[in-house]
């Protein structure tokens, strides 16, 4: 099915890359752009953008043409629309991790919704957005995650950022994971100046920080926030502690389940439910993107006081139109799926995947962080290496998510692959070879050494 040609770089190619410069430098360096002109500002930006993506080293802004399956027609940033500008090959850089996106029940729940109700939900949520599909969404999430209460949002992002700056005040404070996505940490900036970043999932840490913090106010409200599975590490935290540790320094706890929730644990009940937290952590929220084939998130709480804050404290809940008819009809769909029988095997197949996957990178070398799930992070290290290797694999037609600054720190670049239910095992074993060959050769030209990552020790789940 595929050329099984092992793809290398050139070495005067590799050359020709050092020399222009588009291996060198990173985003970082332009983060805080100065001068009077805010546009003008950031040409040099766009100038060094440009520079990559005239040598193929650019990784983002990619496009699919058709379903993101694991197999996809991938088209780089500014190439022409026909076909003839897309690469057809493995695909694992999309996030459709029991595969529902093509899924025929869910396609025609979407198909259905479209008919009956339109493609517009026509307003905010507090205002007339709501529609029967997301009323029954919101009872469908709180029976699976034990939690009443549950808040639509048209957006992960605006979960994680809506519920922050509604609950948290100035006066208070957050504890959160140094490692907790994007969306998270900027809520808390966004809230308040006395945000404490823990050790990345050190218990022992957060101990010291809420036993520091109410030792000086005992008043105020304190906010900890993990992920119940963490997207570029793909591990997880003792939620039971957690929980124990937020019970004994008053303070609440956020569990993010994006990642997790429906592609892992007893009927898709994430890492909450394999930990048997189901209706005792304080908070949860997700995303829909990952597992259940639209945009969208939530946060469920077992206070309808915390739901009424939401509604109308929440930015992105009640200045934002709500989830569509169609977004809601699509979740509900492959919510059912994954509390089935169905979704049990479509589960285990997934785990299957990752571990197969896991293995087949093994042998070439490769490192991969944290535990069997959906996200297969390759630990690279140095980001000249992983946008090569990026660039061999995108001409090798093996696509993969080349990421650096700022998803991750600088100096912890990675390719970050995620497997589907529906991967078979032939192009799994086609990827993790193309994997090992471009990051090993791509090493070998930049005469890199392999990095084998941050050691955490081993954590088993559940």
């Known amino acids: 099915m595929h050329e099984e040609t092992l793809h290398f770089e050139r070495a005067d190619d590799v050359a020709q890359l050092v020399a222009c410069g588009a291996l060198r430098g990173n985003v970082a360096q332009f983060a805080q752009p100065r001068g009077p002109d805010l546009v003008k500002r950031t040409e040099p930006l766009d100038a060094w953008c440009a520079l990559r993506a005239a040598h193929g080293v650019w990784q983002y802004a990619r496009a699919v043409d058709g379903a993101p399956g694991p197999e996809a027609r991938v088209r780089e940033e500014g190439t022409a629309s026909d076909a003839a500008g897309a690469m057809a090959g493995v695909n694992f850089a999309s996030q459709d991790y029991l595969s529902l996106a093509s899924h025929p029940a869910v396609r ?55 519920l922050i700056t509604a609950l948290v005040t100035p006066r208070d404070y957050v504890v959160v994971d140094q490692l907790a996505h994007a969306s998270l940490r ?11 970043l823990h050790r990345h999932l050190d218990t022992g840490h957060v101990r010291e920080l809420l036993a520091a913090i109410r030792s000086r106010d005992p008043d105020n409200g304190i906010l900890v926030v993990t992920e119940g599975l963490f997207s570029m590490d793909s591990d997880v935290p003792d939620l039971p502690l957690m929980q124990h540790l937020c019970r004994e320094y008053g303070a609440t706890l956020l569990v993010d389940v994006a990642h997790d929730l429906g592609a892992l ?53 009640l200045f934002s139109n709500a989830l569509s008819p169609v977004q809601a009809a699509t979740v509900l769909e492959a919510l059912r799926i994954v509390g089935s029988g169905e979704g049990e095997a479509l589960r285990a197949g997934l785990l299957r995947n990752a571990v197969a996957l896991r293995a087949a990178l093994a042998e070439t070398g490769m490192r991969c962080l944290g535990l069997p799930s959906a996200i297969v992070p390759v630990w690279i290290g140095s980001e000249q290496v992983a946008r ?75």
């Open 186 to 196: 900027q809520g808390a900036s966004a809230a308040t100046r006395n945000v404490a």
């Open 388 to 462: 090569l290797a990026g660039r061999t694999l995108a001409r090798a037609n093996v696509h993969v998510n080349a990421v650096e600054f700022p998803g991750v720190p600088l100096g912890a670049a990675r390719l970050r692959l995620q497997v589907m239910a529906e991967h078979r095992v032939e192009q799994l074993r086609h990827g993790a070879r193309q994997v090992g060959a471009a990051v090993n050769g791509a090493g070998a030209a930049l005469g890199v050494e392999p990095a084998h990552g941050p050691w955490r020790g081993e954590r088993s789940r559940g």
């Open 108 to 162: 025609e729940a979407a198909r259905l919704a479209l008919l009956e109700a339109g493609p517009h939900s026509a307003g905010s949520a507090v205002l007339q957005g709501n529609s029967s599909a997301s009323l029954a969404l919101e009872a469908a999430l709180g029976a699976l995650v034990r939690c009443e209460h549950v808040t639509l949002f048209p957006t992960g992002w605006g979960a994680a950022f809506g």
């Open 265 to 317: 644990g007893p009927g898709g009940s994430g890492s909450i439910g394999e930990q048997g937290m189901l209706g005792k952590v304080d908070i949860v929220m997700g995303a829909f993107s990952k597992t259940f084939a639209s945009n969208g998130g939530f946060v469920a709480c077992a206070s309808r006081a915390v739901k009424r804050q939401l509604q109308l404290f929440a930015g992105p809940h």
